[in-house]
């Protein structure tokens, strides 16, 4: 699973929105909640290892607060999704709170979420400079998203039901977009010329509301398709004037000898602070500040 074939149609504009189209909505005018759990009864196994077990106590978790929020649940609806007692779920777990740190860590921020949304965003140039394509990450966080519709719905819960500091998210949330962030402003980003670190701050963040808001919408629209959505999204919020051979590592042109170093959000700054690396290191500054003047991206 890479989402290559849904970053493929989008951008040769076959089924969703690409190449300056823009897809009619794919709202309904009479929406009904999307059913996120249709199907996903548990295979009632009496024996299991401890681990398989756990496995299966956050999986019931998930379900459970998606339906009812953190303070909704009671560790019997826990049990009884799983088929147990309630004082036999207490040999896997400690408490409540145990159970919900379980469910973030392992279900929600997992390390598969993290290979398939950066791995096919990142390329390198000819000299090796390893850079990441923003419009792809995003793209690459909705696709994932989208076939994990329960996760979603779990996160948007407890998103709202975190911002109360007595709730035991609280912290979670609010520390984890400060987390992100540190994160994503460590990362080597291809970006067009005008976009310092303030302003990648600010697209990201407006990126990011976006996308909370719009999958929001999606959970309250059983027919609506939020990754055509998102797409249409990018054409307004990459329009291909200015972010045309910045989009994808796809965009790499593996013929031209062209260094990219000069429009990374990390080596960008680095050559800029360091002109006096010989006559080589002044081109690179005097090139990187002539383009600095143009608004249409890099030459291609």
């Known amino acids: 699973m890479t989402g290559v074939e849904d970053w493929n149609q989008y951008r040769t504009g076959k089924g969703t929105a690409g190449a300056g189209q823009t897809v009619g909505s794919t709202f309904s005018e009479n929406p009904r909640a999307r059913q ?15 681990d398989e077990r756990r496995d299966q106590i956050v999986k019931a978790a998930v379900k459970v607060i998606a339906a009812k929020g953190f303070w909704g649940m009671s560790m019997q609806d826990v049990a009884d999704q799983v ?31 993290d290979e398939f949304i ?14 990441l394509f923003f419009p792809r990450f995003c793209a690459n966080n909705v696709i994932f998203n989208a076939r994990r519709p329960e996760m979603v719905k779990l996160f948007s819960i407890l998103n709202g039901e975190a911002l109360s500091p007595s709730h035991p998210a609280h912290r979670y949330f609010i520390g984890r977009h400060q987390k ?31 996308m909370d808001g719009l999958q929001y919408r999606w959970l309250a629209d059983g027919s609506a398709d939020l990754v055509a959505e998102w797409f249409a999204f990018s054409d307004e919020l990459f329009p291909s004037e ?8 796809s965009e790499i042109d593996s013929d031209s000898e062209e260094c990219l170093a000069s429009y990374g ?15 080589g290191g002044k081109a690179v500054v005097a090139a990187a500040a002539d383009d600095a003047t143009r608004i249409d991206g890099r030459p291609r």
């Open 242 to 249: 200015k972010w045309k051979g910045f989009m994808d590592p």
């Open 265 to 279: 959000l990390i080596t960008g700054r680095d050559q800029v602070a360091e002109p006096a690396a010989g006559a």
């Open 83 to 113: 088929g147990i007692t309630e004082a036999a779920l207490y040999h896997y777990i400690d408490s409540k709170n145990d159970l919900f740190s379980m469910v973030m860590e392992k279900a929600y921020d997992s390390p598969e979420a």
């Open 118 to 131: 950066y791995k096919t965003c990142t390329g390198n140039d000819r000299d090796g400079h390893s850079l």
């Open 36 to 50: 996120v759990f249709a199907g996903k009864d548990f295979t009632r196994r009496k024996r299991m290892t401890a």
């Open 180 to 210: 992100f962030w540190q994160t994503i402003k460590s990362l080597n980003w291809c970006l067009p010329r005008g976009y310092d670190l303030a302003r990648f701050h600010h697209l990201w963040m407006l990126c990011m509301s976006a």
